[in-house]
């Protein structure tokens, strides 16, 4: 298994190229399996970014220096008009931002209180309006913000919002730190996006992410939340 540095270098170099090169794979001939597929496959890249960075989540200085490089380029990039090769950037700076998270809310009742408190105030958000910060298709406004999951075949991008994969890379550097059962956490997670993607896809509206991503750090791990509760402060 490649680690480290290596590790690092390979998961973003990969998120690039397929960012770069997303829109010119051939589609699948319908709208909404060509969304799901290509959407997948960049949630995909996307992840794999988060988990690169995981064997730094203690490192608070390199945290710091990624999470700065990270912003300064991802801001350079998105003025330019880089477009979907920004997404490393950016995938970079959340990543270290979300370890740096998990690292400051050191205490164990987080890791249950914060994906409860969050997936409440997207649910409620939701439920307000027709649609959340999550899943669309109107990105003009909200390219800083989001991440661009290009479309196989060309035809525009879906996007992902930014705060979603902070709060995966929370969710992965508290779930290693506590010892929770690590692949079939990250398994869950990549569930939870890809569901939010197919749901929101089959209703025809944009879905709330971050309940889902609740529910896969948690589930998994009933029986381990509860003695960390109860033998830490």
């Known amino acids: 298994m490649v680690r480290g540095p290596s590790a690092v270098l390979i998961a973003y170099a990969g998120a690039l190229l397929y960012f770069a090169f ?33 064997p730094a989540r203690d490192e608070t200085g390199l945290l710091i ?30 990543g270290a931002a979300g370890m740096l998270l998990a690292r400051a809310l050191d205490t164990p009742a987080v890791i249950v209180a914060v994906p409860v408190f969050v997936a409440g105030i997207e649910v409620a958000g939701a439920l307000g309006q027709a649609g959340s910060p999550l899943i669309h298709q109107q990105a003009d406004m909200v390219n800083f913000v989001t991440f ?71 589930v998994p791990n009933l029986d381990r939340i509860r003695p960390l509760l109860a033998t830490r402060d």
Request: charged fraction near 10%; proline fraction near 4%; aromatic fraction near 8%.
């Open 148 to 218: 661009a999951l290009p479309r196989w075949g060309g035809g525009g991008a879906s996007q992902l919002a930014m705060s979603d994969v902070l709060f995966l890379a929370f969710y992965v550097s508290a779930a290693w730190r506590y010892g929770f059962r690590r692949r079939p956490t990250a398994v869950a997670l990549y569930l939870g996006l890809f569901g939010a993607l197919v749901a929101g896809v089959a209703f025809g509206r944009e879905l709330p992410v971050l309940p889902g991503l609740a529910a896969a750090i948690l």
């Open 65 to 94: 220096l990624l999470l700065a490089g990270g912003g300064l380029v991802a801001g350079a990039m998105q003025v330019a008009h880089a477009g979907p090769g920004a997404n490393v950037a950016k995938l970079l700076f959340v």
């Open 22 to 54: 997303a829109a010119a794979l051939p589609g699948l001939g319908d709208s909404d399996a060509t969304t799901i597929v290509s959407g997948a496959a960049g949630m995909a890249a996307l992840g794999l970014g988060v988990l690169a960075l995981v």
